[in-house]
């Protein structure tokens, strides 16, 4: 079967595709490490300068069946490595079953233990779901270079769709399509009138 990716394009204009007929625009310096796996979606997390060029610290998902229920199966941050000039992984978790959307934030994050007063860093959150079937919103901040497990929380549950798609199944409420109107019926002839007023008259009854 074939899964199918509604996109925006930067003009507003929308519309559905085949989602394997999507190629994510990340730079080749990184792409090169997807090992096969299809990228689901990337983000930039911060830049780094490197004498006169500036390289993106990366974020992307991977999945390696696009046909599963679940968004992605694993997702990485790459960072710039200054004394080898080159990308290097610098947090990987695999073998999961994550869901869209990921979300870019500031998260709180406390490097001097369970006392110390927590501060805010970049980062991001990601919605996985766990052993015990719970889905459930992991935070990461982004110390530097370094990524670090910043707590989670129950993921939200998804937004209703902005509209329906014909032949699709309803995942929101519905709204009650308004009956037609009754067809009116057909007006009574004068002599129909006149015979009906005879034998109400005549107490002929009505006619059978």
């Excluded at 994050?109 to 459930?136: L, N, T, V, W």
Aim: hydrophobic share 35%; proline share 8%; with cysteine.
């Amino acid at each position: 079967m074939d899964g199918w990716s509604l996109v925006r394009v930067a003009g507003g204009q929308s519309g559905w595709v085949l989602t394997r007929l999507i190629f994510m625009a990340i730079p080749d310096e990184v792409a090169q490490y997807a090992e096969g796996k299809r990228i689901v979606s990337y983000f930039s997390l911060g830049e780094i300068q490197d004498g006169d060029q500036k390289k993106n610290i990366w974020l992307w998902t991977t999945t390696t069946d696009s046909r599963q229920p679940y968004s992605f199966d694993s997702f990485r941050v790459f960072v710039w490595s200054l004394r080898r000039h080159r990308y290097e992984t610098a947090y990987i978790e695999r073998n999961l079953k994550g869901y869209a959307p990921v979300v870019l934030k500031d998260v709180a994050f406390s490097s001097g233990g369970k006392a110390a007063k927590a501060a805010k860093y970049p980062g991001f959150s990601i919605c996985m779901e766990k052993k015990d079937g719970q889905r459930y919103r992991r935070e990461y901040a982004l110390l530097g270079i370094a990524v670090r497990f910043a707590g989670e929380q129950a993921c939200e549950p998804p937004s209703p769709p902005p509209f329906e798609i014909a032949g699709a199944p309803a995942t929101g409420p519905v709204t009650p399509t308004p009956a037609a109107p009754a067809a009116p019926q057909p007006s009574e002839s004068l002599f129909q009138r006149l015979r009906k007023r005879w034998r109400s008259l005549t107490g002929a009854g009505p006619e059978k």
